[in-house]
């Protein structure tokens, strides 16, 4: 019993933050951008030193093999003044620096490396957050579109209030016609009356009309 009420309050808190993400889902798409690009900030910041590390070891691997030369040279001109001891410090000093040369070459070649990794980490990042700033603008587009059409249903009213409005048409348009229902009433009651009895002998020929028509007029008109 306990496990099954902890399943309906998970799904309904996982039902409660899907509603909570539907609502919030621009505010939440802009803060994913906010916090990628902070991450993309921090990652230049990364490449930007490792490329100065890169630049300083290339430097000191310049300096170094110019020292080298230049005590190559001294111990040369040493070996020629026969001074060997000189040489032989000038050796060792050059050895030393060839073997600094060498760490130094290593690091380099691993900071290019990582150069390179963090580089394309970069770009492939810059491009992402790219693509998202176009869905959040797709996003938001739909949403403003998605508010017009709530805001139109309103004003408009629901399918049940238009049909209502279509069925009161209806009625009105089928009720019968005052006018026509008087005209009809009078005839009726002139039946009652027998005031139309000399109308429908004359109308059959049989005596004088009770009526001017236009025939009549005509008649006059003639004379």
């Known amino acids: 019993m306990f496990r099954t009420l902890k399943t309906l309050v998970a799904g309904g808190s996982a039902r409660t933050e899907e509603r909570v993400r539907d609502i919030y889902s621009i505010e939440l798409i802009d803060q994913k951008i906010r ?52 040489a032989q410090e000038a050796a060792q000093a050059v050895a030393d620096m060839e073997n600094e040369l ?29 693509d998202l700033k176009q869905g959040a603008i797709a996003a938001r587009a739909v949403r403003r579109e998605q508010g017009i059409q709530r805001r139109l249903n309103r004003h408009v009213g629901s399918d049940c209030a238009i049909d209502e409005a279509e069925g009161l048409i209806e009625r009105v348009m089928q009720r019968d016609d005052p006018f026509e229902q008087g005209e009809i009433l009078r005839q009726i009651d002139r039946g009652l009356n027998n005031e139309d009895v000399a109308d429908r002998l004359a109308g059959a020929g049989f005596g004088a ?9 005509l008649d006059r008109l003639k004379a």
């Open 209 to 217: 009309s009770t009526k001017t028509t236009a025939a009549d007029i």
């Open 102 to 130: 060498q760490v130094r070459r290593e690091t380099i070649s691993r900071l290019e490396t990582r150069v390179l990794q963090l580089r394309q980490s970069v770009e492939t990042a810059n491009r992402r957050i790219i």
């Open 35 to 86: 916090e990628a690009e902070a991450s993309l900030k921090s990652a230049k910041y990364g490449l930007a030193s490792l490329i100065q590390r890169e630049r300083a070891e290339s430097r000191q691997i310049s300096a170094l093999q110019g020292r080298i030369a230049d005590l190559m040279n001294r111990a040369c001109e040493a070996m020629a003044g026969e001074r060997a001891d000189l």
